[in-house]
């Protein structure tokens, strides 16, 4: 029971380091081109997170998550 914590544990942890490396693609500098940058961000952190090798057809095995909707 306790090898199935640790394993929720480290799963969790994952997402959390990829929420907040999402946040961090967000950290730019304010001002009149904060929207067109942001939306620049997204474009490109959108086709990494769809591009990147070994991302065509997901990850792993499972449920398929739609990057879209998720940042949106």
């Known amino acids: 029971m306790q090898e199935q914590a640790a394993v929720a544990t480290a799963f969790q ?14 950290q730019i500098p304010a001002g009149a ?26 990850d792993c095995p499972g449920v398929r998550l739609d990057v879209n909707t998720r940042l949106a």
């Not at 942890?13 to 946040?23: I, K, Q, Y």
């Not at 904060?34 to 474009?43: L, N, P």
């Not at 769809?50 to 991302?55: E, H, L, N, S, V």
């Open 33 to 58: 081109t904060q929207r067109r940058a942001t939306r620049k961000i997204e474009r490109a952190l959108r086709e990494w997170l769809q591009r990147r090798p070994g991302a065509e057809f997901g």
């Open 13 to 26: 942890a994952t997402f959390d380091l990829f929420e907040t490396g999402v946040r961090l693609m967000y």
